[in-house]
């Protein structure tokens, strides 16, 4: 949801104290705004502590980070609406290290949102490309400035054959509506030697259909992993959706449709075309 523009001017004002699990406002504010303000921290979350020592919108959880991400992006996740959930700073860690990310790698991230994972892949000095399908996010990583490039627009609708290589690595938390589309997408960017590490719905872990049964063999089958993230692990957005972490690593010769096996394919179909 986008904040309203009275909140966001107050959120935003120097004076407003945003330290650990607070939200503080030191300052005087017409009633119409204060309820205003008082709606949006607590639609993410927070309470008001009206004790004098303290006398702010406290969070079950360090607020700082998020609030930062939030502000910037001009919008927040709500328990109703469904869709963006930046990724927390610890989970961003843990993913970069598990992808391995150096710098000089290169890196896709085809559901960027505003950014959460971008920023700390370029803080390690990967060369990184984003795709983001909403226009005011897309914006955001641009002003940002991490990317080397920013898509604005349906990353299931790009061809990895457009792009003149495939990506070293693929470091995501795509929407979990078609969280296995966008990552069975996903690996035909990747490099037959790539590493990708998603974010997705635990519900990965036991789905009985059979994309989802064929997908976990096929990570057993190439040496991946999905392990359970901790239930609070997107409770700084407000959710206990529970989530998991895909590890899939590429190698030649492997069974993975990744960008390099695209590339193969018109080959071998012109061979069987001479040869017939
Ligand atoms: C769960 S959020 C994660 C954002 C970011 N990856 C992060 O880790 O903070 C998913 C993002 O995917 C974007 N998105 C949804 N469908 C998309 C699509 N088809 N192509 C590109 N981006 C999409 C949403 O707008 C949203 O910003």
């Known amino acids: 949801m986008r904040f309203p523009s009275d909140a966001l001017a107050v959120l935003t004002d120097p004076r407003t104290e945003i330290r650990d699990d607070r939200v503080r406002i030191p300052f005087e504010l017409d009633r119409p705004v204060y309820e205003q303000v008082d709606r949006v921290l607590k639609e993410m979350g927070g309470r008001w502590d009206s004790r004098t020592a303290v006398r702010a919108h406290v969070f079950p959880y360090r607020v700082e980070e998020h609030m930062r991400q939030c502000l910037t992006a001009g919008e927040f996740p709500t328990r109703t609406e469904q869709g ?23 890196v896709l991230e085809p559901s960027a949102g505003s950014g959460a994972l971008t920023a700390e892949l370029a803080r390690r000095g990967a060369l990184v490309d984003a795709v983001e399908i909403d226009p005011v996010r897309a914006d955001v990583l641009r002003r940002q400035g991490d990317c080397r490039a920013v898509i604005r627009d349906d990353f299931l609708s790009l061809d990895p054959l457009d792009y003149p290589e495939g990506f070293d690595r693929i470091v995501m938390n795509p ?66 959706v529970r989530t998991c972490l895909v590890f899939i690593p590429g190698y030649a010769g492997g069974p993975l449709r990744t960008y390099d096996w695209l590339q193969r394919q018109p080959l071998q179909l012109g061979l069987f075309g001479i040869a017939a």
Not at 84 to 106: H, K, N, R
Not at 177 to 186: P, V
Request: aromatic share 10%; with cysteine.
């Open 84 to 106: 963006w959930f930046p990724t927390p700073p610890s989970l961003t860690m843990q993913i970069c290290d598990l992808a391995g990310v150096y710098a000089g790698t290169t």
């Open 175 to 240: 929407p979990f509506a078609r969280g296995l589309d966008h990552i069975k997408h996903a690996i035909g960017f990747m490099k037959d030697d790539g590493i990708l590490v998603s974010v997705m719905s635990q519900g990965l872990m036991w789905w009985s259909d059979r994309a989802s049964v064929e997908f976990r063999a096929m990570v057993e089958e190439v040496g991946g992993e999905i392990e359970a993230l901790p239930e609070d692990s997107f409770a700084v957005c407000g959710t206990n």
